[in-house]
Nanobody
Framework: QVQLTESGGGLVQAGASLTLSCVSSPHTSSRYAMAWFRQAPGKDRQFLVAISSGDIPYYNYSVKGRFTISRDAAKNAVYLRINSLTPEDTAVYYC????????????????????WGQGTQVTVSS
């Protein structure tokens, strides 16, 4: 089974940038649609961005321009670059994979994704 491991979170100051990584094992992530979500304390999980198996990105309109998703198939990795962090970005960030190709579901639908990482905490101080 595919396992996803996120890394790159931490405590940063407002205005900083951060790159989160999600590595899949043992299978390559390049065949799958992948996505990043986040969940802040007391809030619902929020879709951020997805990347199709053909490497087309799909952004939540609210984060487009500040968040960038990318994939390195050779490293079985997907990345999330976040610029100009604010305290409102404080959350646990999760990556997810659609390994069963639930293509009838929207990329923003968390039910599309059958594999999830454990999450990485991002805390932004003001």
């Amino acid at each position: 089974q595919v396992q996803l491991t996120e890394s790159g979170g931490g405590l940063v100051q407002a205005g900083a940038s951060l790159t989160l990584s999600c590595v899949s094992s043992p299978h390559t992530s390049s065949r799958y649609a992948m996505a990043w979500f986040r969940q802040a304390p007391g809030k619902d999980r929020q879709f951020l961005v997805a990347i199709s198996s053909g490497d087309i990105p799909y952004y939540n309109y609210s984060v487009k321009g500040r968040f960038t998703i990318s994939r390195d198939a050779a490293k079985n990795a997907v990345y999330l670059r976040i610029n100009s962090l604010t305290p409102e970005d404080t959350a646990v960030y999760y990556c997810a994979a659609d390994t069963v190709q639930r293509t009838w579901k929207d990329y923003s639908d968390s039910d599309r994704y059958d594999r999830w990482g454990q999450g990485t905490q991002v805390t932004v101080s003001s």
